[in-house]
């Protein structure tokens, strides 16, 4: 993903002109907007990935899968995202009335991209980490096997946990689930890689 910025706005007034856009979205920190421009094919096929092995673990439990059009607000940071995908644990708290903006997430993922790699991995994080419901956010990167897993700690720390092997399985404990990093990167093939290597 790319962004680029727009001049800013109050939160309603950038919410409600969002609600209304057809075919872009923007995220929104602090009165600046910024336009989320489309990712890589390696991008979505494993937020798709990812997405496909929770709902399935998830299936008939009280934690739900969103896509990526779901809103997340975070209203300590003055900031809304979109997040690659998200889950909840429990009963959703919205923003207000429209049901179309979260702010009680369990999880958020992100797949990184050259562009927002450095983003994504501070002043973002910073700002869900102000999440109060947040118990684990994931870094997917695209160009190589490698996932680090941020969990909150009881006491409020965040623990990282790095994999860099296919064979290795992520536990998610806030939700019960445990992931293959092998599911992960299905179908994904790298620059480096040979086609009858692929994962």
């Known amino acids: 993903m790319q962004t680029q910025t727009v001049p800013g706005y109050r939160f309603e007034d950038y919410l409600a002109i969002e ?8 995220e929104y920190v602090a ?5 989320m421009t489309g990712g890589s094919y390696e991008h979505s096929l494993i937020a798709a990935n990812i997405t496909g092995e929770l709902r399935q673990q998830l299936k008939g439990g009280t934690c739900s899968v969103l896509t990526s059009d779901m809103r ?7 900031v809304c995202a979109y997040p690659d995908l998200s889950v909840l644990c429990g009963e959703p708290v919205f ?6 903006v979260l702010t009680n ?8 991209s050259p562009s927002t790699e450095a983003y994504d991995r501070g002043g ?5 980490r102000r999440l109060p419901s947040l118990r684990h956010y994931l870094l997917i990167a695209q160009d190589q096997v490698s996932v680090d897993v941020f969990t ?3 006491d409020g720390r965040w623990m990282l ?5 296919l064979d290795a399985e992520i536990p998610l404990d806030a939700l019960g689930v445990q992931l293959s990093v092998r599911d992960f990167y299905d179908r994904v093939l790298f620059e480096s890689d040979d086609p009858a290597d692929q994962p």
Request: no cysteine; charged share 40%.
């Open 124 to 128: 973002k994080f910073a700002h869900y």
């Open 105 to 112: 997430p369990t999880l958020i993922a992100e797949v990184l």
């Open 95 to 100: 923003h207000d009335a429209r049901r179309d």
């Open 152 to 154: 909150r700690l009881p």
């Open 31 to 35: 009165g600046e907007v910024f336009a």
């Open 19 to 26: 609600r209304e856009a057809i075919d872009a979205k923007h």
């Open 72 to 78: 997340i607000r975070i209203e300590a940071a003055d």
């Open 161 to 165: 946990d790095a994999y860099d092997d």
